[in-house]
């Protein structure tokens, strides 16, 4: 069974401070999404990463893919309270995605 | 912006009732998903749905559940005799590729068993 697991499962910051948070998996995975849920809404995507060792830039986000394709991360400089959300990673696998339990981070102003 | 979009927004039935869950995908999308999150709980694949036909399905999507595209716009989600453990939100989601690369979520429709 591919499990995807994201850690740390919560965090709460102050505005203007770094963060990161990681996704792994046991397995390989093809290409690896970044979605950003607020509370009674669907998964927005951020970003796909496919390549191992790829770094994509969103604003103030950066997506990191790990070489061997079973891990990533997302950092975020100078959190705002606008970032506050879950994020959840998810991999492709036959044609469907597989979630992780996502980050549930709140940035306090 | 093109959107994927869900009816209807919160649904309570009785246990046992049918329920169908409407979205409309993307216009030019081909792939076309149900997801379904669990209060708490994570996302979780239900369906795949390619070409008029179900492509993939997971353990959950039994003989209860059932998808649609009767028109060309809609694609349905129809839950037979609900229980109670069907209460979640349910996503759709459709994309222009297979790889599920770039999937767009509608807004959910929240279903209530009671």
């Known amino acids: 069974t591919q499990l995807l697991e994201q850690s740390p499962q919560f965090l709460s910051i102050q505005e203007g401070e770094n963060l990161t948070v990681y996704c792994n998996s046991s397995s390989v995975f093809s290409s690896l999404q970044w979605y950003r849920q607020e509370p009674g809404e669907g998964p927005v995507l951020l970003v796909t990463?496919?390549?191992g060792g790829e770094v994509k830039k969103l604003k103030r986000l950066t997506f990191q893919f790990g070489d061997a394709r079973k891990d990533s991360s997302l950092h975020i400089t100078a959190a705002q309270p606008g970032d506050t959300g879950l994020y959840l990673c998810?991999?492709?696998?036959?044609?469907?995605?597989?979630w992780g339990a996502g980050t549930k981070l709140i940035i306090k102003p | 912006e093109p959107e994927v979009t869900q009816t209807p927004s919160h649904q309570v039935t009785q246990m046992g009732q049918e329920v169908i869950l409407r979205c409309v995908p993307i216009s030019n999308h081909l792939y076309f998903y149900w997801y379904r999150q669990i209060l708490g709980q994570k996302v979780e694949f239900l369906v795949s749905?390619?070409?008029?036909?179900?492509?993939?399905k997971s353990e959950i999507f039994d003989d209860q559940f059932s998808v649609e595209r009767p028109d060309g716009s809609n694609f349905t989600l129809k839950i037979r005799s609900t229980k109670l453990e069907d209460s979640a939100m349910y996503f759709c989601a459709s994309g222009r590729a297979g790889n599920t690369g770039e999937l767009f979520f509608g807004e959910g429709s929240r279903l209530t068993v009671l």
């Open positions: 990463v496919v390549t």
């Open positions: 749905f390619y070409n008029n036909e179900i492509s993939e």
């Open positions: 998810a991999m492709d696998s036959n044609y469907q995605l597989i």
